[in-house]
């Protein structure tokens, strides 16, 4: 069952949000097996990213390529909102 995962970061500006897709771009994990859906949302100077990804374990084998990333760059970390997708209506 699809997952629907919520991020809410401090710190994450723009310009390091732009930073951290490049590396992963450059490292191969740009577009990362499982996920289906990634959209970047701008509040009040931060970053909030909203994924949809196929499965936990497509999600978790994501995050030894971007949790390097985003401690480099000094984003503080917290807890994503994590619910199965009910439904996905394109347009």
């Known amino acids: 069952m699809a997952l629907g995962l919520y991020f809410i970061h401090g710190g994450f500006t723009p310009e390091k949000y732009d930073n951290a897709i490049k590396q992963l ?3 191969g ?3 990362p097996k499982g996920r289906t859906l990634h959209i970047a949302l701008e509040s009040n100077g931060e970053i909030q990213v909203f994924d949809i990804w196929e499965s ?6 994501f995050g030894p390529a971007l949790m390097p990333i985003l401690a480099e760059l000094g984003v503080e970390l917290k807890e994503p909102m994590v619910a199965h997708v009910h439904n996905v209506i394109k347009g």
């Open 25 to 27: 771009d450059a490292a």
């Open 56 to 61: 936990q374990e497509d999600f978790d084998a």
């Open 29 to 31: 994990a740009g577009a």
